[in-house]
Structures are given as structure tokens and as C-alpha cells.
């Protein structure tokens, strides 16, 4: 092989080589760019039992709060009690979560499925009150510890929800889950649910 073909077979791998680094930099600046994307849209929801005790009223309520940068979509939502294999309803929850012995709350309710929640905004999908007694005070004040202590297994409520970019996460009021658990799609709540339960419950 002639100096001449020599000079020309290493251009042409200069040349092969270039373009390879030049389709890796534009593929890891592609990559980037959708992590910042993500990032930039990425909604987190926390969700959480609420108790309030003040001069007129007894309270219960579930709060669902986005702590995120971006809107998150609600898509559906699953509610563990325990002992039924089947979500409850937020009625339930209700029932489940204070004393056997209070009477019908006045009830406050909102439809959260397909409801988007901007950052910063927050629903509650359920909230009981009752009239301020001192029995009422004390027999949530008891509830609550009876959850707190693990006397009493707690009631848990899981929310899925996706960004705009359509990724997806579970939140849950499970104390131990350190972050909303990222899913492929909220087709397969229940199953996660239950997963997530069996990872973090107590």
C-alpha cells in the first residue's frame, strides 16, 4: 500500500472516529437536556392525614399538597384499610380513623381523580368535623396515638399522579416511604400499592 492510500485509509478513520465522538456528544446533550426538562416539571405530592382540635370543632381530614416545580396530573388513587383486600372509600377512611363511639360528621368532599394540582396548590379530598366536647377532643387526640404507637394499624391512602411529560409516582401516607415511588404508568395502582405496603409498612 502506497504512502498516498496510507495517508488517505487514516483520514478516513479520523474521520469515522470524529463522527462517532460528535454522535456520543450530541446523544449525552439530548440526554441532559431531557433530564432538565424532567426536572424542571418534576411535581412531588405529599399526601397526609390532618387532625385539628380547636374551640368549635373536632377535625379530620386528608390533604393532598404538591411540593414540587411543575404541575402534577392526579390520575387515581387507592385506599388500604386493614383487613379488606379491596380500596376503600374515603367515607370509610373516615370511619375507620376515628372512634367507633363519634356521630356523623359534617362532611366535606372533592373528586380528585384527573384534577391537575399546580405547584405550591394543594385538595382535600375529605374532610369530618364534628362539634368541640371534650369527649370528641379526647377520643381523636386517643386515635391518633393509637396510630402513632402501633397499637392500632393506620389506614393508608396512596395517590398516583404524572407530570407532563407523563411520567408517573406513587405518594402515599406511609411514615417510612422516603420519596414518591416512580411507575411506569398508575394502570397498575392497586398492584403497587400493596408492593409499596409490603415494603414500607410498619
Given amino acids: 500500500m502506497g ?7 487514516l483520514i478516513a478513520i479520523c474521520a469515522v472516529i470524529t463522527s462517532v465522538v460528535a454522535l456520543f456528544i450530541g446523544w449525552d446533550q439530548a440526554r441532559q437536556m431531557r ?21 368549635e370543632i373536632v377535625r379530620y381530614a386528608v390533604e393532598i399538597r404538591n411540593a414540587g416545580v411543575g404541575p402534577a396530573l392526579i390520575d387515581s388513587s387507592y385506599i388500604y384499610i386493614p383487613g379488606r383486600d379491596e380500596s376503600a372509600s374515603f367515607d370509610e377512611l373516615v370511619t375507620y380513623s ?13 373528586s380528585i381523580e384527573g384534577r391537575v394540582i399546580r405547584q405550591g396548590d ?8 364534628w362539634p368541640m366536647t371534650e369527649e370528641t377532643a379526647e377520643g381523636l387526640q386517643t386515635r391518633v396515638t393509637q396510630f402513632v404507637s402501633g397499637e392500632l ?6 395517590s398516583c399522579f404524572c407530570s407532563i411529560l407523563e411520567d408517573c409516582w406513587i405518594s402515599s401516607t406511609l411514615q417510612h416511604q422516603p420519596r414518591p415511588a416512580a411507575v411506569k404508568s398508575c394502570s397498575t395502582l392497586e398492584r403497587d400499592a400493596k408492593d ?4 414500607y409498612g410498619s
Fill in 3 to 9: 504512502n498516498g492510500n496510507k495517508a488517505e485509509m
Fill in 35 to 55: 433530564s432538565q426538562q424532567r426536572a424542571d416539571v418534576w411535581p412531588i405530592l405529599q399526601v397526609t392525614h390532618q387532625t385539628e382540635v380547636n374551640s
Fill in 98 to 110: 376515628v372512634p367507633e363511639t363519634f356521630d356523623a360528621p359534617l362532611l366535606t368532599t372533592a
Fill in 122 to 129: 394543594f385538595l382535600v379530598p375529605i374532610s369530618a368535623t
Fill in 153 to 158: 394499624e393506620p389506614a393508608v391512602v396512596f
Fill in 196 to 199: 409499596l405496603l409490603a415494603e
